[in-house]
């Protein structure tokens, strides 16, 4: 999916939510638990409730892989299930010398149909060019995330910038804002105006609110732009609204909460 058809989803809905779909076993509600096909009915109800306020599903790969080969599995059954009309997100953070970012580039945008992956850049250029060549797939790089731990390295001083603010500016040099986003914490929220004022045209991955406790609102008041150019991510709020038989309904309830929330912000 390009940014043209991502800005227009987000104006036709008014909304930038992303439903992250974590989904671990262990919480699924009991009367699907027993099913074979639990995982993958537990994403698809899921997914059925709350299409129409969201234009973005991120699928935490590390729930999937954790399962063994039939993760893998419904990994690939969910993504299929997800309409073109959402940006389909593999939240891999994947990264390594350039031929072996080259296989998780074609893992994920061939043999799977993901838009975007998330990358770690530490690795430096030859870790991320390789997702960063492929046209209309978008490469997502980890800038200032939203753990406690971001304050060990990213928001250690080099000199008079912090490392996540040259490691943001150094690799905005390598895409483009309609190939390259970044993953900006929601708790974070004190560093968004200053980003948004060295990036102003990229699309920002936004996890953190919901579960979290980040504020929607002072990062939409920082950092939403012309075209939104944010995609906030929430999943433990969506996905275990309810432990009960009502969970997709729930989801439904709660995500269309933060799309009415974003539609005020866009206005
Ligand atoms: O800085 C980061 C980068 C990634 N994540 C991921 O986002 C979701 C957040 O889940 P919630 O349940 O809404 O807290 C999860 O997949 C994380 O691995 C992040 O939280 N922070």
């Known amino acids: 999916m390009n940014r043209q058809s991502l800005v227009e989803q987000i104006k036709k809905k008014k909304s930038y939510l992303c439903v992250g779909l974590d989904t671990d076993p262990d919480k699924i509600p009991a009367h699907l638990k027993q099913r074979p096909d639990a995982v993958l009915a537990f994403n698809k109800a899921i997914i059925d409730a709350t299409l129409d306020a969201c234009v973005s599903y991120k699928i935490n790969t590390a729930f999937y892989e954790a ?86 390295f990213e928001l250690q001083k080099m000199g008079e910038e912090y490392l996540y603010e040259k490691v943001m500016k150094t690799v905005a040099s390598w895409g483009n804002p309609g190939n390259l986003m970044f993953v900006v914490g929601a708790t974070q929220a004190e560093a968004f105006s200053a980003i948004r004022s060295w990036l102003p045209d990229h699309f920002f991955l936004v996890p ?19 075209d939104a150019g944010l995609l906030v991510n929430a999943s433990r709020a969506i996905i275990y609204a309810s432990e009960k038989e009502d969970f997709a309904e729930e ?9 009415a929330e974003m539609s005020n912000y866009l206005q």
């Open 67 to 152: 399962m063994g080969p039939r993760g893998w599995e419904i990994m690939e059954e969910t993504v299929h299930y997800i309409p073109s009309t959402h940006l389909k997100i593999a939240d891999a953070k994947r990264g390594d010398i350039g031929n072996t970012s080259s296989q998780y580039a074609k893992a994920f945008f061939e043999a799977l149909p993901f838009d975007a992956i998330t990358v770690a850049p530490y690795m430096g250029a030859d870790s991320v060019q390789p997702f960063l060549e492929y046209d209309n797939k978008w490469t997502i790089v980890l800038g200032l995330t939203s753990n406690k731990g971001a304050a060990d």
């Open 208 to 226: 953190g609110v919901g579960a979290q406790g980040g504020s929607l609102r002072e990062i939409s008041e920082k950092a939403l732009n012309k």
């Open 251 to 259: 989801a439904r309830i709660i995500a269309s909460q933060y799309q």
